[in-house]
């Protein structure tokens, strides 16, 4: 991800910001009721035993060099989804896309160092490899300007995909997620670092992250039903470990209400940790993304997560994650699952509340996920 400002200027924001979060919260969510919340809304099934599961897996971006391997081998979209489509078997299941689907492959901002589009095939790819949604809220999602959004959710609505954290107006910016189910309801959040296109009134771009923001959307969520609320967040630098800013606004989160928290940016992984009682996966890094990386020059590991959530009326949460090899000079751009090895050695690093079940990671969350609106969830 690019940043418009230094981190020592994002830290100031957040601190300022900070400083009025009490004020904003009492009056962030009471003008609104149920008629007036529009949501992106999905009813998803369940399986026998009554439990949902809902996966996060991290930027999808199918452009850059992928593109040219695509073009050289004549195969197609789908391959390199190949060798991680096993896993993805979730209910429902959210990517980041980090960059437009589009027509328009002009840099909107010729200055921007690194700028991407995917082709319109790639959508279709997208879909079926397994991914349900996408998150848009991120610092390419404006790559080719207005024309390239638009084109972005059309492909992605076009394949039965629905894209929220951007739009061509705040309203439609601001939809949570909503998955109905009978297992109850949960409402996604997308929002990021502020990238130079924040959507506000008429104007489009991304939802940009502030304590307003934070406790707007999760407001948002809840009227409209939602029993657990999670923030897919774009954030952090490149490359790097967590810093002071996203710390802080996992506090935001957790103040408001979210059970949740999953970052995406910094193209590798970051530590999880709790605030409270909800999980902040700070970075769950990349998963099928088509540039190079840099991750040998930056000391970084080539790793990502995929996250698998499951929730049920009467039973304790559960979050298991696989580790997944991401770095392209090491697997040519097709991401493939960590073996036993590779995990057992990775995956306890990250907390120290992780148990380990061969080669699956299980997050021990005692008191997360507490239901809030138990009228909610499908009939």
């Known amino acids: 991800m690019a940043d418009d400002v230094t981190r020592d200027q994002k830290l100031m924001g957040v601190f300022v910001a900070l400083a009025v979060l009490a004020v904003s919260a009492a ?4 003008a609104l009721d149920r008629s007036q919340v529009d949501v992106v809304s999905r009813d998803v099934p369940v399986g026998p035993d009554g439990r949902l599961t809902v996966q996060f897996l991290g930027d999808t ?9 695509i073009d050289q081998r004549g195969q197609g979209y789908d391959w390199p989804f190949d060798a991680t489509r096993p896993a993805v078997t979730a209910d429902y299941t959210i990517a980041n896309a980090e960059g437009p689907v589009s027509e328009h492959t002009a840099p909107w901002n010729p200055a921007k160092k690194y700028s991407y589009t995917s082709r319109p095939e790639s959508a279709g790819a ?9 998150t848009l ?3 390419h999602a404006y790559d080719a300007g207005p024309e390239g959004l638009a084109d972005t959710m059309r492909h992605f609505d076009a394949v039965g995909i629905p894209s929220i954290g951007a ?12 998955l109905r189910t009978a297992a109850g309801t949960v409402g996604v959040i997308s929002i990021g670092e502020s990238f130079g296109h924040r959507a506000a009134g008429d104007q489009g771009g991304t939802l940009v992250l502030s304590p307003e923001a934070v406790l707007r959307g999760a407001a948002m969520a809840r009227t409209a ?7 897919a967040v774009h954030w952090g630098g490149n490359y790097a470990q967590i810093d002071p800013a996203q710390r802080e606004f996992a506090r935001v989160f ?9 970052g995406t940016g910094p193209h590798t992984t970051q530590q999880i940790e709790f605030v409270g009682s909800m999980p902040v996966f700070y970075s769950i890094g990349n998963y099928v993304f088509g540039t190079p990386g840099r991750w040998a020059t930056n000391n970084a590991r080539g790793l990502g997560l995929s996250v698998e959530l499951e929730l049920s009326r009467d039973q304790p949460a559960r979050i298991a994650m696989r580790c997944l090899v991401t770095d392209n000079m090491v697997i040519n751009f097709q991401p ?26 299980i997050l021990r969350c005692d008191g997360c996920f507490a239901r809030r609106n138990e009228s909610s969830g499908r009939s």
């Open 27 to 30: 009056g962030a969510g009471a």
């Open 61 to 69: 971006m199918l452009g850059d060099e992928v593109q040219n391997l």
């Open 126 to 134: 997208i879909a079926r490899s397994g991914i349900d949604a996408v």
């Open 137 to 139: 809220a991120n610092n």
């Open 167 to 178: 739009g061509p107006d705040i309203a439609r910016a601001e939809q949570p997620l909503l």
């Open 225 to 231: 039903g939602a029993d657990w609320v999670i923030a």
């Open 254 to 262: 957790a103040d408001a209400g979210y059970d949740m928290v999953v």
């Open 336 to 361: 493939r699952l960590c073996s036993a090895p590779e995990a057992q050695a990775f995956l306890p690093t990250l907390s120290a509340h992780l148990a380990m079940e061969g080669d699956v990671a």
